[in-house]
């Protein structure tokens, strides 16, 4: 099983249901983990993976362009860009909101699922991973 992983993404999310969190942006951090095949691993072309570059950048447009009420709703909308557009096996995706709490580190959500669950949610006809 092959992984892509990226760690503590760090972007800016409007997002939330208080009064204080409908102002603007705040702070949130994506962790992921996607799995691949291990076709690039072979031929050592970019074609054949994910690029992580490309799919950070996305991420961060997705999170400008729109609003979320709940980290929920953000991570899912988040993880079906990502299948729709990436085609992972599966993913692991977690986004949290640092501080917002006192005495608490983080609070967040975390989604696992794989393409098939994705394709099922969505109702669309199954198609093989790429």
Do not use: C
């Not at 892509?4 to 409007?14: N, P």
């Not at 990502?82 to 599966?90: G, L, T, V």
């Not at 949290?96 to 969505?122: C, F, Q, S, T, W």
């Amino acid at each position: 099983m092959n992984q892509i992983f990226i760690e503590d993404i760090q972007a800016a999310a409007q997002v939330g249901i208080y009064p204080h969190e409908l102002t603007g942006s705040q702070p949130v951090s994506i962790t992921l983990r996607l799995g691949i095949s291990g076709r690039a691993a072979r031929s050592d072309r970019i074609e054949d993976t994910i690029d992580y570059g490309e799919l950070v950048a996305r991420l961060r447009e997705i999170l400008d362009q729109r609003r979320f009420a709940l980290l929920e709703h953000l991570a899912d909308s988040l993880a079906g860009v990502i299948f729709d557009e990436f085609r992972p096996s599966w993913l692991t995706l977690s986004v949290h909101k640092p501080d917002i709490l006192e005495g608490v580190g983080r609070v967040g959500v975390m989604i696992e699922r794989n393409y098939e669950e994705h394709v099922a949610r969505a109702g669309f006809p199954l198609q093989q991973a790429a």
